[in-house]
């Protein structure tokens, strides 16, 4: 009898071990089905922000392409004006009755029309006669003895301009030096 109470007691263990077994399977069989879902849904989040990154690359070429082309047609456009007085002045050269004051009050006016383009465009001069040497802004061609000031700029060679903070081109310039 006690053999029998041990046989039914190793079954009953048996029994549970396999309930046991069981409910591990459909836990980790659970745990795959969710791992599975995660996955899923991680996958489709990343290409989601793949997508996303591509149009965002794309829109922010071609906001950078209308932004280049704005700033060219907004210099064209300017420049069709010097261009217009250009043309004027040419065709008015071959009139046998250009006389030299016409001709020096066309170019004061050409001048004076190209000013106005430059200020429109925000494009600055860089006059720096008498002003002290500045290598961010002056390109100094070469010294001459003076009784100014050291590193003063005596002569403007070729003046400069600069586009609000960004410098265009250096004023060209011959900067004293002590006798």
Do not use: C, W
């Not at 932004?67 to 050269?93: F, G, H, N, R, W």
């Not at 383009?117 to 002056?138: A, G, M, R, S, T």
């Amino acid at each position: 009898m006690k053999e029998d109470k041990k046989k039914v007691s190793k079954t009953k263990d048996s029994i549970n071990d396999d309930a046991k077994k069981d409910e591990s399977i459909e836990e980790n069989v659970d745990e795959i089905t969710l791992l599975i879902q995660e996955n899923e849904r991680l996958s489709d989040l990343l290409l989601r922000s793949k997508a996303e990154l591509d149009n965002f690359q794309k829109r922010s070429v071609k906001q950078l392409q209308q932004a280049q082309l704005y700033s060219t047609e907004k210099l064209s456009s300017e420049l069709m004006v010097i261009m217009d007085s250009l043309e004027a002045a040419t065709a008015l050269s071959n009139d046998s009755d250009l006389t030299l004051e016409n001709f020096i009050e066309g170019n004061a006016l050409l001048l004076k029309t190209t000013k106005e383009v430059f200020e429109q465009l925000q494009i600055k001069e860089i006059n720096p006669i008498n002003e002290v040497f500045d290598p961010e802004l002056h390109q100094a061609m070469t010294t001459k003895e003076s009784d100014d000031e050291e590193n003063t700029v005596l002569e403007v060679m070729q003046k400069g301009y600069k586009l609000q903070s960004k410098l265009l081109r250096p004023a060209l310039v011959i900067v004293s030096k002590k006798k």
